[in-house]
């Protein structure tokens, strides 16, 4: 029936539209004590049959006049209030622009009708978790649509008890994913925060309060609470971006905002920080923008801050064997942090970045994963350091080349990463690029062509090695590949060995991207 409304309807002759819209009232008063699923199916039809029916004026009021006095019926009148704007927009409906235009107002009408339903509901709900829920749902679903009162709602017991059942720690997982579902729509609602501003002000206020929450959370390992919290918090950070990055630290540019971020940040599971990587981006995109230094300082330590979390949760598992995964969840999360990374690197500077992160490892003895991870980000932001009279960078490069092969394969694989992303380095020293010999047979070698030209230089003698490694092959091709595209001038003493290589590419095991790759270079 609902897909008939909705491909269908201007089949049906006009005089019949009353008749079937009575029938589905009935059916769905009668079956409402049945599966929940054909109660939301039923929903769909009479809210697909109201938004097509233009003769059906204030469907709402309609509604809710039959149908609120009646405590059984409240469940599967919530429901049809919750499904009807979430189809205003939908592309099955056949309805146009201006139609569109005429229920949205109808619906803006009618809002604090709805809204003192839901109120009157809360009342006579009591501690039915189920109809919390419901309620929740269809005033999200209304905040959606944008068309609720901002004034009227700042001033709504459902705000308030919005955060008293997120401030709870006895509250359950579904009735807290309702709640802050509700929360962000409610956000995201008054993006527009200067017209929105009574409803923005107590929305912004409520969320703060819920730190001791998040900690709770955090203390009773509840990560689904943890991942809606910093959904919240994220969502927060969005909707007062623009007052964040014109007028920080002051009324609702307020950086307790960017705290909690940080604080999500520090949760051990990456999924949590990861809710948070689109704001992150905004933020750098806006700053950017900017260019102011002032503003761009006050953010300085916000960021290096975050560039430290990121780094930890880009560390492998301690009894991880072989090279890091990269089609994996956990690294596609990594790349993902290497796009932000380079993103925000501005704001901290790269070059002081890149020479903190190599003193860790240089003033240190770090684990193998510490190590890798911090690599990993080195080479995030090589690119971005600038050459000009940078020993770190050199330093770094001499340090790699010389990493023993003994050391775990995934850092082995990373420090090639990183080789080939300081490729414009090796162009300014090429010192680091030598006379080519033919390599002589290595015991206990990894399978691969042992008479292939080896270069005498650090650089490629480093990656040839990796080239003859199966597990690090195509990160060492994908590597000289850069080598040659940059440094084309200090490697032409080097064609007849690149030559070899290209002749022995079937003796490699590479991926076909990467044999491409080192065809080309």
């Known amino acids: ?49 109201a938004l097509q029916m233009a003769s059906w004026k204030g469907c709402v009021q309609t509604l809710v006049e039959k149908y609120s006095t009646d405590v059984t019926s409240l469940p599967f009148l919530l429901e049809i209030l919750t499904v009807l704007p979430e189809e205003v927009h939908s592309r099955s409906l056949r309805i146009g622009a201006n139609r569109r235009t005429e229920i949205i107002e109808d619906l803006a009408y009618y809002s604090s009708t709805v809204v003192s339903l839901l109120v009157t509901c809360v009342e006579k709900a009591g501690n039915d978790e189920k109809m919390l829920i419901k309620i929740f749902r269809c005033l999200g679903s209304w905040f959606n649509l944008g068309v609720l009162d ?15 059942v997120l401030q709870q720690d006895k509250t359950s997982s579904n009735l807290h994913e309702a709640a802050s579902d509700c929360v962000c729509s409610a956000l995201y609602a008054i993006e527009n925060v200067e017209t929105n501003l009574p409803l923005a002000l107590q929305l912004f206020q409520g969320v703060l309060t819920l730190e001791s929450a998040y900690h709770m959370a955090v203390a009773r390992e509840d990560l689904d609470k943890v991942l809606n919290y910093c959904r919240v918090f994220t969502e927060l950070c969005e909707t007062f971006l623009d007052k964040i990055v014109c007028t920080p630290g002051q009324g609702l540019g307020d950086l307790r905002t960017l705290e909690l971020l940080l604080i999500c940040a520090g949760h051990p599971q990456y999924e949590v920080v990861e809710i948070s990587f689109n704001f992150w981006y905004r933020l750098g995109e806006h700053l950017y923008k900017t260019d102011d230094a002032v503003i761009h300082s006050i953010f300085k330590a916000y960021i290096q801050r975050l560039l430290h979390a990121l780094a930890r949760h880009c560390q492998l598992d301690p009894d991880h064997e072989g090279v890091p995964e990269e089609t994996d969840d956990f690294g596609e999360f990594r790349m993902r942090v290497s796009d932000l990374v380079k993103d925000l690197i501005f704001l901290v500077g790269s070059v002081e970045c890149f020479a903190q992160l190599y003193a860790t490892l240089k003033d240190g003895n770090p684990p193998w994963e510490v190590t890798e991870a911090v690599l990993f980000i080195m080479a995030s932001i090589a690119k971005s350091v600038d050459q000009e009279n940078n020993p770190t960078l050199v330093e770094v490069l001499e340090g790699v080349v010389r990493l023993p092969e003994s050391v775990h394969t995934a850092v082995r694989y990373t420090s090639i990463e990183l080789v080939g992303e300081m490729s414009e380095v090796v162009d300014r020293n090429p010192h680091f690029l030598g006379e080519s010999v033919v390599a002589r047979p290595r015991p206990h070698a990894a ?60 003796s490699f095991t590479l991926s076909p991207e990467a044999a491409v790759g080192l065809l080309k270079g």
């Open 1 to 49: 029936m609902k897909m008939k409304i909705q491909t269908s309807f201007y089949e049906l002759p006009t005089d019949s539209h009353a008749s079937l819209r009575d029938s589905l009232l009935s059916h769905i008063q009668n079956l409402k004590d049945l599966s929940p699923v054909i109660v939301t199916q039923l929903a769909l039809a009479i809210a697909d049959l």
């Open 150 to 164: 901002s004034t009227f709602m700042a001033n709504s017991k459902l705000l308030s008890l919005l955060f008293e």
């Open 447 to 506: 399978p691969g062509p042992a008479d292939a030209a080896l270069p005498a230089d650090p650089v490629l003698g480093y990656l040839m090695k990796g080239l003859c490694d199966r597990r690090l092959a195509s990160a060492a091709a994908k590597a000289i590949h850069n080598i040659c595209s940059v440094c084309r001038d200090h490697m032409a003493q080097h064609f007849s060995g690149l030559l070899e290589i290209a002749r022995s590419l079937d």
